[in-house]
């Protein structure tokens, strides 16, 4: 195309449409293009419990774990229970052989029945003695033989009374039995394996017959730095989750209590030791798994709250940006405490409503926005 057939096209266009021009001159033209939108991320307002926290991580124990013997050495008879077993308080574990112990008994009973009739015989001679010194018809010596055969007799009724007590003991030490309700935890003992509680070391392993553990409820044992530690108290509540055990635990975590508050920092590390107790219901927790600890510093059961990334102040006065179809309203709001989820929001919100924690800063009231994910 010729330039003098450019120059005509341009007149015919500019001739056919005078708004364009107008557009052109008056610096208008984008305002046919669409209106540039800012890109935000939203979050609901939430009404729920709120809390501020101070989290540790410590190792999870039951709240009692023994590893049981027998009073007494012996050969195992019986193996009543099984790795895994719930037990009784009471209930019998292992039984060792009592043969011999039988014997003992039978014989140290015998012996206490000829140790009660010698001491009845002594006491009659010496009552007998007794009344002809006191009428001065027997000599002094054979009344102090009287005496010391009384004496003797009542020694050796006692020798023999403790001799029964003894093989009672014996026989009552080969049952090893269950101190309290749990779940047992190994056994180290075969039938007609020989058991001497006397050669266990406690180096050596477990040291014992059989372990026993309650885990009915669980103990925590946490390292409280110094700057932390005048925030605890004992009583405080405790939410213990365990990320391991995923659906094992509720969601909010199991609830416990700070049982104890020490008052002296460790030399080493320079910190407090603090105990958290909680109870354990279905053994939902397993003892040896790691644990995160919130110690509850404050709460409020059901609080209004946003995340506070929804929070901006401006001229000290807080504000959130709330969205309404596709553009977002500035809205001054009255805030409370400051929470792990979120800081508390007392006024100027309602629940359920949006707010940008997004993409917020510098946004002005009645912005279009796209809301991404």
């Known amino acids: 195309m010729s330039r003098t057939s450019s120059l005509s096209f341009a007149i015919l266009a500019f001739t056919a449409f005078p708004g364009l021009l107008g557009c052109f001159e008056s610096g208008q033209a984008g305002v046919e293009m669409d209106e ?17 926290s101070l989290e540790l991580t410590g190792t999870v124990e039951a709240i009692r774990q023994v590893n049981l013997v027998t009073d007494m050495p012996g050969k195992v008879q019986r193996v009543a229970v099984q790795v895994g077993q719930e037990v009784k308080r ?49 000599p002094t010596q054979a009344f102090e033989q009287a005496q010391a055969g009384m004496d003797m007799a009542e020694l050796q009724l006692m020798q023999a009374q403790a001799a029964q007590g003894l093989a009672r003991e014996q026989i009552q030490g080969s049952r090893l039995t269950a101190p309290f309700d749990g779940v047992v935890t190994y056994l180290a003992a075969e039938e007609n394996e020989y058991f001497n509680p006397m050669t266990v070391s406690p180096m050596a392993g477990p040291g014992g017959l059989a372990g026993l553990v309650d885990a009915s409820s669980i103990k925590i044992d946490l390292q409280v730095a110094d ?96 969205l309404e179809g596709d553009r977002v309203r500035k809205v001054e709001v009255g805030t409370g405490m400051l929470g792990d989820d979120g800081i508390e929001i007392t006024d100027g919100l309602n629940d359920g409503q949006l707010v940008v924690t997004k993409g917020n800063f510098g946004l002005a009231d009645g912005t279009l926005v796209e809301v991404s994910s």
Do not use: C, W
Request: negative net charge.
């Open 36 to 52: 540039l939108r800012a890109y935000v991320q939203v979050h609901p307002v939430t009404r729920g419990e709120l809390i501020n």
């Open 90 to 138: 009471g209930d019998l574990l292992i039984q060792l052989d009592t043969d011999m112990a039988q014997l003992q008994a039978q014989q140290a009973e015998a012996a206490v029945k000829l140790g009660e009739l010698g001491f009845v015989t002594a006491t009659r001679e010496f009552a007998r003695a007794s009344g002809l010194h006191d009428k001065g018809s027997l």
């Open 227 to 322: 700057a932390d530690i005048g925030s605890l108290q004992q009583g405080m509540s405790a939410r213990i989750f365990v990320d391991a055990l995923g659906d094992r635990v509720p969601q909010g975590g199991l609830v416990g209590v700070v049982q104890s508050v020490g008052i002296a920092a460790d030399a080493a590390t320079r910190t407090f030791p603090v105990r958290v107790v909680a109870e354990n219901p279905g053994l939902a927790v397993f003892a040896g798994t790691h644990a995160r600890v919130k110690l509850v510093l404050d709460a409020q059961p059901m609080a209004l709250y946003v995340p506070q990334a929804a929070v901006r102040g401006d001229e000290g006065a807080a504000y959130v940006m709330v």
